[in-house]
């Protein structure tokens, strides 16, 4: 996949009228990188990346036409944004979209000029991204997720999907700077709602066997889920295996939920795509990163997958049920 040039909207182009057409065509075509985890191809990454598709054509902004995207996927190998990075740098890029934590870490070592729009790092003041939101005062701008800061809120809804629970297993990654900060938020967080707290770290996807073999040895009775690359990668594995083994499962990502996991409560993920393509068309248009504040999100979702319910033997109170924004059946 590496090296894949993403081809967006060459259809479209052919429908326009002919002196539309040409004048399109004498515009100057702008270079776009692309770093993420997943690609377009997985059943995760493929609704999100449709609307930031659909947003850019929305916007004005075709491949063939005005627009050329050169995308690079680490399908879990997050060690490869270092070099991704390297490369889209030496191509004259106008600006690079850099999907998480790692990306964007990559991004900027590599380059303090060319334009970066973030989508959803969780720290990004914390990370070193930005100095602050109201002023990004950088290259970098974009639009945060929150995640860490709805930890309590996933750790109390544990509690209620599975009364009395006292110990729950935390699927995170080191090599994340928003994950390695989520872990240690619910590390002291969860003695405080009443719940030791098992470390499960995947740095890569294989190091999700050794975290099955924890799992089995020290029974946790619940699953906290980090939406990170490795895991993600994963997400059917790890609800599969939940599922034979009765654990309710949470995380901060719908798509998990989509996957086979239990429930999610976070940052209303399409949206956070929708507005990223918001930030490539105010740059490619001349704004500079510096000046366009970066967004928190102000749409959140609660989902549940009454299947995975019903398979791990969880009856979902009609209180919960009638919170959820969307319910899976």
């Keep these: 996949?590496?090296?894949?040039?993403?081809?967006?909207?060459?259809?479209?182009?052919?429908?326009?009228?002919?002196?539309?057409?040409?004048?399109?065509?004498?515009?100057?075509?702008?270079r776009v990188g692309f770093m993420g985890n997943l690609p377009p191809s997985h059943a995760l990454a493929a609704p999100l990346w449709r609307i930031f598709q659909e947003e850019l054509h929305a916007r004005g902004w075709r491949e063939g036409h005005n627009l050329l995207i050169e995308a690079r996927w680490a399908e879990g190998r997050v060690e490869r944004f270092i070099g991704?990075?390297?490369?889209?740098?030496?191509?004259?890029?106008?600006?690079?979209?850099?999907?998480?934590?790692?990306?964007?870490?990559?991004?900027?070592?590599k380059t303090g000029t060319i334009p970066i729009v973030m989508v959803g790092p969780s720290h990004p003041i914390e990370a070193g991204f930005v100095a602050s939101f109201a002023r990004?005062?950088?290259?970098?701008?974009?639009?945060?997720?929150?995640?860490?800061?709805?930890?309590?809120?996933?750790?109390?809804?544990?509690?209620?999907?599975?009364?009395?629970?006292?110990?729950?297993?935390?699927?995170?990654?080191?090599?994340?700077?928003?994950?390695?900060?989520?872990?240690?938020t619910i590390e002291g967080t969860g003695p405080r709602v009443g719940l030791a707290v098992l470390?499960?770290?995947?740095?890569?996807?294989?190091?999700?066997?050794?975290?099955?073999?924890?799992?089995?040895?020290?029974?946790?009775?619940a699953l906290h889920v980090h939406p990170t690359r490795p895991i993600g990668l994963r997400a059917q594995q790890i609800a599969s295996f939940a599922v034979e083994q009765k654990l309710p499962t949470i995380s901060g990502s719908s798509g998990f939920v989509r996957a086979g996991h239990l429930a999610s409560y976070g940052a209303n993920v399409t949206e956070i795509w929708r507005r990223a393509s918001f930030y490539v068309d105010r740059i490619l248009r001349g704004s500079k990163p510096a000046e366009l504040p970066v967004e928190?999100?102000?749409?959140?979702?609660?989902?549940?997958?009454?299947?995975?319910?019903r398979a791990i033997g969880i009856t979902i109170p009609q209180s919960i049920l009638l919170r959820a924004d969307e319910v899976i059946e």
Excluded: C, Y
């Excluded at 740098?89 to 991004?107: K, R």
């Design 296 to 309: 928190q999100p102000t749409k959140f979702e609660f989902t549940i997958n009454m299947k995975t319910a």
């Design 199 to 221: 470390s499960l770290p995947i740095a890569k996807p294989e190091d999700l066997n050794a975290a099955f073999a924890t799992i089995l040895r020290a029974r946790p009775q």
């Design 1 to 30: 996949m590496i090296g894949r040039r993403m081809l967006l909207g060459g259809l479209l182009g052919a429908a326009l009228p002919a002196p539309l057409a040409r004048a399109q065509t004498a515009e100057r075509v702008r």
């Design 84 to 109: 991704f990075a390297d490369e889209l740098v030496g191509l004259n890029l106008d600006l690079i979209v850099t999907v998480g934590s790692e990306a964007t870490d990559a991004a900027r070592k």
């Design 136 to 184: 990004p005062g950088g290259n970098i701008t974009g639009v945060t997720n929150l995640l860490n800061e709805l930890v309590v809120k996933h750790l109390e809804l544990l509690k209620e999907l599975k009364p009395g629970i006292e110990r729950v297993g935390v699927l995170w990654s080191p090599n994340n700077p928003g994950s390695a900060l989520g872990f240690k």
